[in-house]
């Protein structure tokens, strides 16, 4: 919901070129609430209020607007006021958005920013995207191993300034080579050993991301040892930058919302749901959707060529909404359940006996339990308690077939080095719902053999 308590006045602080009180606008809030309150202002009012705080308050307060409305102004205003701003973006987060803009607009703004500045971003657009080495940040804290604890402080004190966080401090030799780290801890904890250096206070078991590491398994990284930022090395073991803990929150958010596109049959979106074209959104679900069409063709197909057996016992077709649902329904939990556990690491491949184990046992509780009920009904409506006895069977091994199939699929497509979230739910159904009619009336052949002609 966009504040719009102060917007008349800072549009009259703005007409009146009210410097005084629009750098104490800037100045006197928390960056996101100065943010907030400018919301309803428009792009241009917003850029031409930023220009009264200093760079790099004015960094921090254009961090808060959202990434469409970030690259809008900065694709719209003066190139020389956007490269003193995006000079003040922490590393990361600059290439972001340089990568979003057009590549005339870049070639405008590139030769304008200090000369390490455009060398470190065009570094860093060079990694392949969803890599380690376009998430890190370069302004990383590097201090020599023979440094005492003041020493260091003295030193952490000349480039904090340059730095997006100071949790980690690593130790590299004259080369960058990565040798341990020590945390700001370890570090203001030792102040009262004078004669102690950062060699014999350091941690040498780093655990690191490598550039080209996938940006979901440094995240699982993280989560699995606990860590505020992880370093980020080459193949020589030569330090590159970080990873913080806020960057490993956003992959963590993006391949969620990824995953549980793919769960729902739809691509991924690169933007967000209410910025995608139209036709690329019909795409993007079309796909899927064309998909299940002709898996659901043959469903019908099934239905046909059973079409003798349909006719003969007319009662059979009143259960098989029933049949597909149960089956169906009983795919999708397994599979959303293996997907979900296989992202965040508790399921890997090699525990696939144990998931299908469980598949099973579930499986013939679940369909044992409804075999019943469906039983309970069909016994008066079917003509005899013989011929009844269709639908708790078919139950039973629908249902056994949707678990199997939904935990073991997701697996499969893992094992082939695919998404497994690409096994969706609707995918999963599809495939159970024509299995679910072959079962079916094979079933009824079998139980209602001596009445079928």
Same mark, same amino acid.
């Given at each position: 919901?966009?504040?719009?308590?102060?917007?008349?006045?800072?549009?009259?602080?703005?007409?009146?070129?009210?410097?005084?009180?629009?750098?104490?606008?800037?100045?006197?809030?928390?960056?996101? /609430?100065?943010?907030?309150?400018?919301?309803?202002?428009?792009?241009?009012?917003?850029?031409?209020?930023?220009?009264?705080?200093?760079?790099?308050?004015?960094?921090?307060?254009? *961090?808060?607007?959202?990434?469409?409305?970030?690259?809008?102004?900065?694709?719209?205003?003066?190139?020389?006021?956007?490269?003193?701003?995006?000079?003040?973006?922490?590393?990361?987060?600059?290439?972001?958005?340089?990568?979003?803009?057009?590549?005339?607009?870049?070639?405008?703004?590139?030769?304008?920013?200090?000369?390490?500045?455009?060398?470190?971003?065009?570094?860093? /657009?060079?990694?392949?995207?969803?890599?380690?080495?376009?998430?890190?940040?370069?302004?990383?804290?590097?201090?020599? &191993?023979?440094?005492?604890?003041?020493?260091?402080?003295?030193?952490? *004190? /000349?480039?904090?300034?340059?730095?997006?966080?100071?949790?980690?401090?690593?130790?590299?030799?004259?080369?960058?080579?990565?040798?341990?780290?020590?945390?700001?801890?370890?570090?203001?904890?030792?102040?009262?050993?004078?004669?102690?250096?950062?060699?014999?206070?350091?941690?040498?078991?780093? #655990?690191?991301?490598?550039?080209?590491?996938?940006?979901?398994?440094?995240?699982?990284?993280?989560?699995?040892?606990?860590?505020?930022?992880?370093?980020? #090395?080459?193949?020589? /073991?030569?330090?590159?930058?970080?990873?913080?803990?806020?960057?490993?929150?956003?992959?963590?958010?993006?391949?969620?919302?990824?995953?549980?596109?793919?769960?729902?049959?739809?691509?991924?979106?690169?933007?967000?749901?209410?910025?995608?074209?139209?036709?690329?959104?019909?795409?993007?679900?079309?796909?899927?959707?064309?998909?299940?069409?002709?898996?659901?063709?043959?469903?019908?197909?099934?239905?046909?060529?059973?079409?003798?057996?349909?006719?003969?016992?007319?009662?059979?077709?009143?259960?098989?909404?029933?049949?597909?649902?149960?089956?169906?329904?009983?795919?999708?939990?397994?599979?959303?359940?293996?997907?979900?556990?296989?992202?965040?690491?508790?399921?890997?491949?090699?525990?696939?006996?144990?998931?299908?184990?469980?598949?099973?046992?579930?499986?013939?509780?679940? *369909?044992?339990?409804?075999?019943?009920?469906?039983?309970?009904?069909?016994?008066?409506?079917?003509?005899? &308690?013989?011929?009844?006895?269709?639908?708790?069977?078919?139950?039973?091994?629908?249902?056994?077939? *949707?678990?199997?199939?939904?935990?073991?699929? &997701?697996?499969?497509?893992?094992?082939?080095?695919?998404?497994?979230?690409?096994?969706?739910?609707?995918?999963?159904?599809?495939?159970?719902?024509?299995?679910?009619?072959?079962?079916?009336?094979? #079933?009824?052949?079998?139980?209602?053999?001596?009445?079928?002609?």
């Amino acid at each position: 919901m966009v504040n719009t308590l102060f917007l008349p006045e800072i549009r009259e602080m703005l007409a009146e070129d009210n410097r005084a009180e629009l750098e104490e606008f800037c100045l006197a809030l928390n960056a996101g /609430r100065t943010a907030e309150f400018m919301e309803g202002l428009d792009d241009g009012e917003v850029w031409n209020v930023l220009q009264y705080a200093k760079p790099e308050r004015r960094a921090e307060i254009f *961090g808060y607007f959202s990434d469409a409305r970030q690259v809008a102004m900065l694709d719209q205003e003066p190139p020389a006021q956007v490269a003193e701003l995006v000079d003040e973006i922490p590393a990361d987060d600059r290439v972001d958005l340089i990568q979003s803009l057009p590549e005339k607009r870049v070639g405008e703004i590139l030769p304008l920013l200090p000369v390490d500045a455009r060398r470190d971003i065009q570094r860093l /657009r060079a990694y392949p995207d969803g890599t380690a080495g376009a998430l890190m940040t370069t302004e990383v804290a590097m201090l020599t &191993p023979n440094l005492t604890a003041s020493e260091a402080l003295e030193e952490l *004190g /000349r480039q904090a300034s340059e730095l997006e966080t100071i949790y980690y401090l690593y130790v590299v030799d004259e080369n960058q080579l990565l040798l341990g780290v020590v945390s700001t801890r370890q570090l203001v904890s030792s102040l009262g050993k004078p004669n102690r250096t950062l060699a014999e206070m350091m941690e040498s078991d780093v #655990v690191a991301a490598s550039v080209g590491e996938h940006q979901e398994d440094v995240a699982q990284k993280v989560e699995k040892f606990n860590l505020l930022a992880i370093p980020v #090395v080459d193949d020589a /073991r030569h330090l590159a930058g970080i990873i913080t803990h806020d960057d490993v929150i956003d992959v963590v958010r993006e391949e969620l919302e990824e995953d549980a596109q793919r769960i729902a049959a739809v691509t991924p979106l690169e933007e967000s749901f209410l910025e995608v074209g139209l036709l690329m959104l019909s795409w993007k679900r079309g796909i899927w959707l064309t998909i299940l069409f002709f898996a659901a063709l043959l469903t019908a197909f099934a239905l046909f060529h059973y079409d003798q057996e349909l006719a003969s016992f007319e009662w059979l077709v009143w259960f098989i909404p029933l049949i597909i649902s149960a089956g169906g329904n009983s795919g999708s939990q397994s599979a959303t359940l293996v997907i979900t556990a296989m992202t965040s690491g508790d399921v890997e491949f090699r525990d696939w006996p144990k998931v299908m184990k469980r598949e099973v046992v579930v499986a013939l509780t679940l *369909g044992g339990f409804l075999a019943i009920i469906g039983y309970s009904v069909a016994f008066f409506l079917a003509p005899t &308690p013989i011929d009844a006895l269709v639908i708790p069977v078919t139950l039973l091994l629908v249902i056994f077939c *949707g678990c199997v199939c939904g935990g073991a699929l &997701p697996m499969i497509f893992k094992r082939l080095g695919l998404d497994p979230a690409m096994m969706s739910n609707p995918f999963v159904a599809g495939i159970v719902d024509i299995l679910g009619i072959v079962i079916y009336i094979n #079933v009824a052949r079998l139980i209602l053999s001596n009445t079928l002609s």
